[in-house]
């Protein structure tokens, strides 16, 4: 398969080695995405932010109209796509505590919301 595909695998979970769960993931080269319809990958829950700038990304599955990013609860803001995942320049923020959420809009009208990721901004 070629630099940059994507390709769906299954792959066993804990559980899985049971013989009772298998977990779909995408795969691409190194990256390996949870299964979800929408996530938060970066930043991770937990994570610290030190930059003046960040690019926040977003794996969602394929076939959706869009996928926006709502930071602690404000307004909904639009994504670009690029390389398979969706991403949100975000600038112009100040220290603090902060919760993230994705949303994708599916082609029949249906909203989907990732789970919350919570992280933290300090600027030296």
Not at 26 to 34: E, N, T, Y
Not at 94 to 100: A, C, K, R, V, W
Request: charged share 30%.
């Amino acid at each position: 398969m070629g630099e940059g595909m994507w390709r769906w695998e299954e792959i066993m979970s804990p559980r899985s080695a049971h013989g009772k769960t298998k977990e779909k993931t995408r795969r691409r080269d190194d990256i390996q995405v949870a299964s979800l319809p929408v996530s938060v990958d970066y930043p991770r829950s937990g994570e610290v932010v030190t930059s003046r700038a960040y690019t926040i990304r977003i794996s969602a599955e394929s076939g959706i109209r869009g996928v926006e990013v709502s930071i602690n609860g404000a307004k909904w803001r639009p994504c670009r796509e690029s390389l398979g995942l969706w991403w949100y320049d975000w600038a112009g923020y100040m220290p603090g505590e902060y919760e993230i959420h994705a949303r994708i809009r599916k082609e029949d009208g249906t909203t989907v919301l990732s789970p919350k990721a919570r992280f933290a901004v300090s600027l030296s």
